[in-house]
């Protein structure tokens, strides 16, 4: 459980200390990329919690759709035509969706150990 | 959680969180990058350090006024208001000034004199542009063809008259008093005159400025316009 907190804490300290910036013309992309990052990592949560996870769905899913996303900006930026916002509304909605499922679950799974204990007792 | 699930989830949280810290960085730097060089920085921090200077000679000033409040007795206080009061009568131009400064007289061109133009009053424009050009350097007071030149002054064309506070200018010849604050101010706002585009701009109107040299003591008239205060009120003592 700890483990996925601390590489998260490791990847934003990096991040932070490397002092790393981006053009301001490819920050779309980024917070594009953020995004589907933000999708997929929630969906994988989601699936586990189903237990419906699959390893290579979740990896292949998180770079596959951070790619999607940034080239999908980036058609949208050569056409003229603000394509990124179809990944952003997309991304969006699954996004509250997943974390809806996971609210559930874990209300679902909090009431049966309150149940449990009461009955235990 | 199996311990490959955690290792990949630990992994692409890295990943996320390395972008996070991306975007972060990059949002919170200013956008436009300072292209200034060495020689535009020492510059404006020369403009700084005249604020600088100002506001401590400003400064200064006040606690010296401050100090002469906190040492007086109470017969003395009457005389150091009306002292405080002289003074801001003074910078107003409510009073007479004597001062290091120069007489700078309008005139017809000697060529339009020749040539038998009639002499046209000073335009407007002209005269504004003369008085940006002394206030180019700080703590001139004017004095135009015998018109004190305050901050409440004001310089209209009435119907192709040029006017001063509301009075005529009589048609060239005429004269402009400057007062500086010393006489090297005096010096530097005469040479820079001298030097500046202002001659030719007379010129162009056939008149041409005549510049005396600085002298220790010129004296100008006070403000004769009065004012109104529209937005401070007088204290009673009771309240």
């Excluded at chain 1, 459980?1 to 981006?22: C, E, N, T, Y």
């Excluded at chain 2, 000033?61 to 906190?70: I, K, N």
């Excluded at chain 2, 060529?111 to 001139?140: C, D, H, M, W």
Aim: with cysteine.
């Amino acid at each position: 459980m700890w483990l996925p907190l601390l590489g998260l804490l490791l990847g934003v300290s990096l991040g932070l200390l490397s002092d790393i910036q981006i053009p301001q013309v490819y920050n779309n992309y980024l917070s594009i990329a953020i995004l589907a990052a933000f999708d997929t990592l929630f969906g994988g949560i989601r699936a586990h919690l189903q237990q419906v996870y699959d390893d290579r769905v979740f990896v292949s899913g998180f770079f596959f759709n951070i790619l999607l996303a940034a080239a999908l900006a980036f058609i949208g930026v050569h056409l003229g035509l603000d394509l990124y916002l179809a990944a952003v509304f997309a991304f969006g909605v699954r996004l509250f969706q997943n974390i809806a499922v996971i609210r559930r679950i874990l209300l679902a799974k909090w009431t049966s150990r309150k149940q449990n204990s009461s009955t235990n007792v | 959680m199996s311990g490959k699930v955690n290792w990949k989830f630990t992994l692409i949280l890295c990943i996320v969180g390395f972008m996070l810290a991306l975007q972060y960085n990059s949002m919170n730097t200013p956008s436009t990058r300072d292209t200034r060089d060495m020689w535009a920085i020492r510059n404006e921090l020369a403009k700084e350090k005249k604020i600088h200077s100002e506001l401590l000679g400003e400064i200064r000033e006040v606690d010296q006024t401050l100090a002469s409040y906190t040492e007086l007795t109470n017969e003395k206080t009457a005389e150091a208001l009306q002292n405080t009061l002289d003074k801001l009568y003074k910078q107003a131009g409510f009073m007479p000034t004597t001062g290091p400064g120069f007489v700078i007289e309008v005139a017809p061109s000697p060529e339009s004199i020749a040539f038998g133009y009639e002499v046209e009053p000073l335009s407007s424009e002209l005269l504004t542009r003369f008085i940006n050009v002394v206030n180019q350097y700080k703590g001139n007071e004017l004095e135009i063809d015998e018109k004190r030149f305050t901050t409440l002054s004001w310089i209209r064309d009435i119907n192709g008259k040029l006017t001063v506070n509301g009075e005529n200018v009589s048609t060239p010849p005429f004269k402009i008093k400057v007062v500086s604050p010393t006489i090297e101010d005096s010096k530097k706002l005469y040479n820079h005159l001298l030097s500046s585009a202002i001659q030719d701009e007379f010129y162009l109107d056939n008149l041409i400025l005549t510049i005396s040299k600085p002298v220790d003591h010129i004296t100008l008239q006070s403000w004769t316009g009065g004012f109104e205060n529209q937005f401070l009120k007088e204290q009673t003592k009771e309240e």
